[in-house]
Each structure stands twice: as C-alpha cells, then as structure tokens.
C-alpha cells in the first residue's frame, strides 16, 4: 500500500472488515531504499456501554423508602439529575405501575371481620359444616382480588423536545444512516438531557395517571402504590440498542391531601414547640432587660453598676442571636413545607395559610423586628462596655423595641395554634369516613359470597 502523501497513509476498517472484537496484527513498513520494519498493532474494541440514569427526588416527603404524595402532585427531580448516553439516544420513556392498596383501617376491618368469622364456625359436625372454614379464605380472596398492578409508560417531554429541536431527516439520509455507526459527535443526536427545571421536568401524576383520582370530592381517596423508573435506550446499530434505567424505581405512596397535611402538621407540631423555645428565651431576655434598665435608671447606683450591667447586657445579647437563629430556621423549614404543599396541588387555602400566617410575618420579623431590637440593645451594651452609663431614651429605645417583637411572634404562635386546632378535626373526620368506608366495602364483598 503506497503511501497517500508521500510520508503517511490511512486504513479504514468498515463494512466487512469491521472489526467487532480486539484485534493483532503485524504492520511492516518499507522505505524507498527497501529497508524493512515491523510493528505490532493491537487494535481493542471499545463496547457500547448503556445509557446511563440518574434520578433523585426533590422536595417530596419520604417516610422509609417511599415518598408521600396526593394523585394529583408533581414528582419533581433534583438538579443534578440526568439521562446520557456515550455516543446517542434513540427513545427515552416515563415506565410506571400502580396498584391500589388498602388504607391501614379498612384492612383493620377486613382482618376483624375475618378472624370474626373463623371465630364463629361451628366444629365439623357434618360434611358441609366442614366447609365453613372456607367462608373466610373465600372473603379475603375477593377482598384482594380488585387489587391488580397496572403498567403503563410514556416518553420522557424533555427528551422529545430536544429530538424535535434538531435537524430535519431526509428518507435519503435516513437509509445511509442506517448502514453505519453513529457518530457521537454529531450535532444532530441527542447524547445527554438534564432536568433542570423542577416545574417542566416533574413527573405529573395527574397528567399521566388521572384515574387513581376519585372525582367525587364527598369520597374517600384510594391509597395507590406506584413505582416510577426512566427508562433510556441507545441508538447502537451493532450489536443492537441497549437500555438503561435509575438503579432502584422511585417509589410512591399516593395519599389524600388530607393524609398528607397529617403529616405536615406532624412537623408544624415540632416546629411550633421551637417557636415557643424561641419566644420563651426572647421573654427571659426581656426580663432581664427589665432588671437591668430599673437599675441603671435608679437614683442610687451601686459601685459595679457598670461592670454587672455589661455582662447581664452580653448575655440578652446572646439570647437575642441564638432567638434569631431559631427563627430563622423556623422560616426556613415552613418554607419547606409551602413547597412540599404546593407541589402537591394542596388547596388554595392551605397555600394561603401557611404563606399569610408564618412564612410572610415570620420573614418581616427576621428582616425588621429581630435588626432592629439587635440594634436598640447594641447601643446601650456599647455604653456598657465603655464604662458609661447609657441615657434613659436608649434604654427605653431597647425595651420598645424587644417588646414589639415579641407581640409580634407571639401574634404568629397564636394563628398557628388555631389552624392546628382545624386540621386535627378534619384529620379526625376522616378516619371517621375511612372507617365507614371499610365497613361499606366489606359488606359488598360478603354480599357477593
């Protein structure tokens, strides 16, 4: 083989020369004055390797390996999320089954209507007195029987967005393209998408699984379990196309909105005892200011005056930051709990509550009251600290100041008391229905025996 430009040369290894596994061989090179050498070359295969997914749940409530969620929630993904593959992707697809599960008090009622039952047979005195114990076993099967695994699947909009962005195909191109390998450099492939928007890129439960949804709002929600994995397959015309999917299927439990805001109060009740912890220490600072502006304000002071005033005046400093710490921790966890409703499609009026009665006012007294009465007690300890005795004005600046944000904390305590109050009933009402609804199910399956 001569060389193509008088010191190089190139071999193609295609159509049935090519070379699907590692392969050695012998290169011998000869130069114009016929001196010979020889190389061994060993040419490795590189495999295909399958799409690669990774998935993580954002915001959603995980109670063991499952994530608590309403039938109508978006399942929103993590920003590091991603699906690629290392030369392109052919199909990217939701893959989701769900099977309705029982509520833990309909299968309270199913269990004690069948132990009832064995209870209650009478000893074999006869053939057919023999096959009562069947009665039972016949009960729990049709009780189970409804509960069926349905799968469905659906492409993946992010991906079908980026496939429809690229360049058109011409049934020409098409028919070449499929004599050869893919070029993963081409620009026209797509080799990776990111979900990077938590709104566009979630999986929407009521688009894709409208009917786990009860329409009539005076019925009790089902409970479903449903497993979701993104499945991705690759574009290899070789040895044919792979897949790949997240290593452990996202696991949900859909739940009522009135189960989920159970669980949301579950953590208001926690976060609500720091606001009382928070609001307690602010209140014992304000005692201690009390005590120290009666001394400083009194006609006889005693010789350390200074001295004892600046190290009581330190420490209401320090119970002011570590209270504005607390609160600005409880701001952050309520905001956690709006998003977690918010992706859930939770009411207008759960939205509303928890934005108008604590994230709003909690936010304003982080930004204003907690500066402000931080400040008010900055100038006198720095009179303190100095060795002088602050004037009245500032001290009484400083109790103005601790008083109003503690008015205002404790405004915010209240109203959380008072939505709590509400939704323990609603949470109440519904175990009620629950309960009718086990009971109405089971009488229907009996009917059926």
């Known amino acids: 083989m001569p060389p193509s430009n008088g010191d190089s040369f190139a071999v193609e290894f295609k159509g049935d020369h090519k070379l699907t596994a590692t392969t050695e061989f012998d290169l011998t090179l000869v130069d114009p004055d016929g001196v ?57 697809d939701y893959q989701f089954s769900y099977v309705q599960v029982d509520a833990k008090e309909v299968v309270a009622l199913q269990s004690q209507m069948v132990t009832g039952m064995i209870a209650a047979a009478p000893l074999p005195a006869s ?7 069947i009665a039972p076993a016949m009960l729990l099967s049709q009780m189970m029987r409804a509960n069926r695994t349905f799968t469905e699947s659906d492409p993946l909009p992010r991906f079908v967005e980026l496939q429809q962005s690229l360049p058109a195909i011409t049934p020409d191109l098409l028919k070449q393209r499929l004599t050869q390998a893919v070029d993963g450099d081409r620009p026209d492939v ?40 993104v499945v991705a397959t690759d574009a290899n015309v ?15 439990m859909v739940i009522s909105e009135a189960d989920l805001l159970a669980e949301i109060s579950k953590d ?22 009390g005590d120290l502006g009666d001394r400083l304000t009194a006609s006889v002071a005693p010789g350390d005056l200074l001295v004892s005033s600046s190290v009581k005046a330190t420490d209401i400093a320090q119970d002011l930051s570590k209270s504005r710490d607390q609160a600005i921790g409880i701001h952050a966890e309520y905001k956690r709990l709006y998003r977690e409703a918010e992706t ?30 931080e400040e008010a007690h900055r ?18 600046a ?43 199910k089971a009488a229907l399956v009996i009917k059926d025996l």
């Open 36 to 92: 010979t050498s020889t190389r061994t070359v060993t040419l490795a295969v590189v495999d295909d390797q399958p799409p690669i997914v990774e998935l993580g749940v954002d915001v959603l409530r995980k109670r063991g390996n499952e994530y608590l969620c309403t039938p109508i929630a978006r399942v929103p993904f993590l920003v590091e999320s991603f699906i690629r593959d290392d030369h392109a992707l052919s199909k990217v």
């Open 238 to 252: 070789d040895s044919g196309p792979k897949m790949g999917k997240n290593l452990e299927p996202i696991r949900l």
């Open 127 to 133: 053939p057919a007195a023999a096959l009562s114990p």
């Open 379 to 396: 100038m006198i300890a720095d009179e303190l600290a100095n060795g002088r005795k602050p004037v009245p004005l500032a001290i009484n």
């Open 190 to 229: 797509v080799k990776e998408v990111k979900l990077l928007d938590a709104g566009r890129d979630a999986f929407d439960l009521e688009k894709y699984l409208p009917k786990i949804r009860v329409s009539d709002p005076t019925a009790v929600q089902p409970q479903y379990r449903v497993e979701l994995s």
């Open 268 to 289: 208001e009740e926690g976060l609500i005892g720091k606001l009382d912890d928070t609001i307690k220490k602010l209140k014992a600072a304000q005692a201690k200011l």
């Open 398 to 440: 400083d109790r103005t100041a601790l008083l109003e944000l503690i008015v205002r904390l404790d405004a915010i305590r209240a109203s959380l008391g008072d939505a709590l109050s509400t939704q323990k009933l609603q949470e109440e009402l519904r175990k009620i229905i629950g309960k009718q609804e086990g009971i109405k």
């Open 344 to 373: 859930n499609r939770c009411g207008r009026n759960v939205l509303d509550r928890l934005m108008s009665s604590v994230i709003g006012p909690l936010e304003e007294v982080n930004q204003k009251q907690f500066p402000e009465a």
